[in-house]
């Protein structure tokens, strides 16, 4: 079977994040760039069952030029078969919708895919809605938030959590699922995948080579955006008390001042 797995490059949860002039997430330093942690469950997910029933894995990422890094370092070492790459300054900004729109047009460059695998959120948005949106512009049937995955036969079958407890949903594939941190424990690569990686197909593609309108997306064209923002105050520094047998009345005096009693 023939897997596409939707990758995004992030700012790493440790960096601290900063806004653009325009409102957009501020990606400008590369060093901070990494491989979304749940596209990373994701990339396992479908390595498993390549490995049970054969076939390849494609990773594909929208995104900067940066994201070749983190295509040849990440996702590629953990055995992912080859990659396509979409970059073009005129995705820049682009909110969930349009950059789901611009998965499914870049989808229908890849041949004969059985299933397409992504996080269910990325680590700097969090909206989750990426994997639904997909499947309204794919026309694929869509399981999502999934803990775990089987196929059998031409049925991709998942199993997820619900209000009222686990679920199990399935599809004929070709479908889109998403899944959750916690339905694997992620390969870290292999000194061997690493160099691998140097030399695995790494097909980019600028917005017209991926069949993309680019009317459709980037910040201007985006449905949603950042209307107002500010920077974070700098931390003030705490008040000490020395222990003078009296600290307690003082704290007790503070939180009064601070109605916080």
Same mark, same amino acid.
């Given at each position: 079977?023939?897997?596409?797995?939707?990758?995004?490059?992030?700012?790493?949860?440790?960096?601290?994040?900063?806004?653009?002039?325009?409102?957009?997430?501020?990606?400008?330093?590369?060093?901070?760039?990494?491989?979304?942690?749940?596209?990373?469950?994701?990339?396992?997910?479908?390595?498993?069952?390549?490995?049970?029933? !054969?076939?390849?894995?494609? =990773? #594909?990422?929208?995104?900067?030029?940066? $994201?070749?890094?983190? %295509?040849?370092?990440? @996702? +590629?070492?953990?055995?992912?078969?080859?990659?396509?790459?979409?970059?073009?300054?005129?995705?820049?900004?682009?909110?969930?919708?349009?950059?789901?729109?611009?998965?499914?047009?870049?989808?229908?460059?890849?041949? !004969?895919?059985?299933?397409? =695998? #992504?996080?269910?959120?990325?680590?700097? $948005?969090?909206?989750? %809605?990426?994997?639904? @949106? +997909?499947?309204?512009?794919?026309?694929?049937?869509?399981?999502?938030?999934?803990?775990?995955?089987?196929?059998?036969?031409?049925?991709?079958?998942?199993?997820?959590?619900?209000?009222?407890?686990?679920?199990?949903?399935?599809?004929?594939?070709?479908?889109?699922?998403?899944?959750?941190?916690?339905?694997?424990?992620?390969?870290?690569?292999?000194?061997?995948?690493?160099?691998?990686?140097?030399?695995?197909?790494?097909?980019?593609?600028?917005?017209?080579?991926?069949?993309?309108?680019?009317?459709?997306?980037?910040?201007?064209?985006?449905?949603?955006?950042?209307?107002?923002?500010?920077?974070?105050?700098?931390?003030?520094?705490?008040?000490?008390?020395?222990?003078?047998?009296?600290?307690?009345?003082?704290?007790?005096?503070?939180?009064?001042?601070?109605?916080?009693?």
């Amino acid at each position: 079977m023939n897997i596409v797995v939707c990758a995004k490059q992030v700012p790493d949860t440790a960096a601290e994040k900063r806004l653009s002039s325009d409102g957009t997430l501020d990606r400008s330093n590369d060093a901070d760039q990494i491989l979304n942690p749940l596209d990373e469950y994701g990339t396992e997910a479908a390595l498993k069952l390549v490995e049970a029933n !054969g076939g390849e894995v494609t =990773i #594909l990422m929208v995104g900067p030029k940066s $994201a070749t890094e983190t %295509l040849r370092k990440k @996702a +590629l070492p953990m055995g992912a078969d080859k990659a396509i790459q979409v970059t073009d300054e005129a995705l820049h900004g682009s909110d969930a919708v349009a950059t789901a729109y611009a998965l499914a047009q870049a989808l229908k460059q890849v041949e !004969g895919f059985d299933l397409v =695998i #992504l996080g269910s959120e990325s680590t700097d $948005a969090r909206g989750s %809605l990426v994997p639904s @949106a +997909l499947s309204e512009f794919t026309g694929l049937p869509g399981l999502t938030f999934a803990k775990s995955i089987e196929v059998d036969g031409n049925v991709v079958r998942i199993q997820r959590e619900g209000d009222k407890g686990f679920e199990t949903v399935e599809a004929e594939m070709p479908a889109i699922v998403s899944v959750v941190k916690g339905i694997n424990e992620p390969r870290y690569p292999s000194f061997k995948g690493i160099m691998a990686a140097k030399n695995k197909p790494l097909d980019e593609k600028d917005a017209a080579g991926a069949g993309i309108d680019t009317s459709m997306v980037g910040l201007a064209n985006s449905k949603s955006k950042v209307g107002e923002w500010k920077e974070r105050p700098p931390k003030e520094a705490g008040t000490i008390v020395e222990d003078d047998g009296e600290a307690f009345a003082k704290l007790a005096d503070w939180l009064e001042e601070n109605k916080l009693l």
